[in-house]
Structures are given as C-alpha cells and as structure tokens.
C-alpha cells in the first residue's frame, strides 16, 4: 500500500551504538522530515530535506545524521545513542512547502519507539 | 522563530458534546498554514484539519471546526458531538510558506478524554 513508512517499529539499543531509522515514502514527495516527540515538548524537528542530496538541521539536531541518496528513503542514524535520545520518532513528507501552490500539509509515518538503556 | 502554545494539557467531554482545544501562536509572518494534527492511542499523525491565514472563512471538517483569529494569533478547534473515537492527543502546529522547506513547529498537546 502506498504512504510512508518507517522501520524498525521498536527499538532497543545500548549507550553508545549507533542506530539507524529508515524512512521511506512512495509519493515522490519532494519534502522530508524528522521529529522526535517528547512528552512536554510535542513534536521537534530534527532534520529536514528539500530533495535528494539537499538536507538541513532543524531544531534539535546534535547526535544525529541524515541522508537523502534518493527521493524516497530519508534513513536517521544516531552515532552514538544517549539515554536522552530515548523518544519517539517520526518520519514526514510534503508535496510542497507551500510557496509554490501544491499541497502543504505533512503526512507522518507510523513513529519509531526507540529507547536507549 | 516562531513558537505554538497550547495552554490546556487535559480537556475532558461528554460524548455528543461539544469541546473547544485551545492554541496561540507567536509569529511575525501574515502568510502562514495552521494545522490541527489528532494522535490516537496508536501513535499515528493525522491531520485533523488545516487553515490558510489569508482565508478569513474559518475552515470546517464534518464535526471539526476552527475559530482562527488572525490579529489575535489564535487557532482554537472544537469538536461538535464527540465521539469516543474522538479521544486522542490533539497537537496544534505552524507552517512557514518562507523557509526551512516549510517545517512544522508544535505546540505541546492536549490529551482529550471523552466520556461516555
């Protein structure tokens, strides 16, 4: 079925291994995202990506890295996993980022619960 | 940078009442979305219901419905005849037309509980 999913669903992972969280969507969409949700906090923007091969930091960035090789897949890989990484996080799409018409609203995969012990 | 607050944590509601969620913004912008996104016990991001800040209609989904109030920075959501499947973390979020690819900034979420 078409959309954008993520994987694994659940995660358990040590201090200090790195992870990485795949994110795949077959729209085509152009625009991707992170975020990692955090109770008090909703959802913060981790990584962002306008296409293949152009990514930018969001707002919480430090520990992570992105990359974009093709259209659809955005995987997320955590370095060196922390106790603070421990969230759930959410792979996003958009057709647009609404400056040039298209629609702008952001469809979310299912979330990764990842804790780190 | 542009901040959403949502200032209730918990809202309780009779089923086939009507409840109100509400959500300030703070941005310097006047070309911006406005989205209600619900999160139901399995986790998964829907999108409730969305608002261009140049269409001064409010926008209306079925039982879904905004009060958005441009110079007061304002963007509230009620729920006409809740419904049990309506209970959910309701989060109110802002999107840039300008910028960071049209990222989404959130508020913090209301639990809503719906009593039968």
């Known amino acids: 079925d078409a959309g954008i999913t993520q994987s694994p669903r659940y995660k358990i992972t040590e201090t200090g291994r790195q992870v990485t969280l795949m994110c795949h969507q077959t729209?085509?969409?152009?625009?991707m995202f992170w975020y990692r949700q955090d109770l008090g906090h909703g959802l913060r923007l981790i990584y962002y990506?306008?296409?293949?091969?152009?990514?930018d930091k969001g707002e919480v960035p430090d520990g992570y890295v992105v990359s974009r090789s093709k259209t659809e897949n955005f995987p997320l890989t955590l370095e060196s996993a922390t106790r603070s990484q421990t969230s759930v996080y959410f792979c996003?799409?958009?057709?647009?980022?609404?400056?040039?018409?298209?629609?702008?609203?952001?469809?979310f995969g299912p979330g990764t619960r990842l804790t780190v012990t | 940078a542009q901040t959403v607050t949502q200032s209730q944590p918990e809202m309780s509601v009779q089923e086939a009442e009507t409840v109100t969620l509400s959500c300030t913004y703070d941005?310097?912008?006047?070309?911006?979305?406005l989205f209600w996104y619900k999160q139901p016990p399995s986790r998964q991001m829907i999108l409730v219901i969305r608002q261009e800040a140049y269409k001064q209609q409010n926008a209306t989904e079925n039982r879904f419905s905004v009060n958005f109030q441009k110079a007061a920075k304002s963007f509230s959501l009620k729920i006409s005849d809740s419904q049990l499947g309506d209970a959910a973390m309701y989060f109110c979020?802002?999107?840039?037309?300008?910028?960071?690819?049209?990222?989404?900034?959130f508020g913090q979420g209301t639990i809503l509980t719906v009593h039968p």
């Open positions: 979020a802002y999107r840039s037309p300008r910028g960071s690819y049209g990222k989404l900034t």
């Open positions: 729209w085509s969409h152009s625009y």
């Open positions: 996003a799409s958009s057709e647009s980022s609404g400056t040039s018409g298209g629609r702008s609203e952001q469809y």
């Open positions: 941005t310097s912008e006047s070309d911006y979305y």
């Open positions: 990506s306008a296409a293949a091969d152009i990514t």
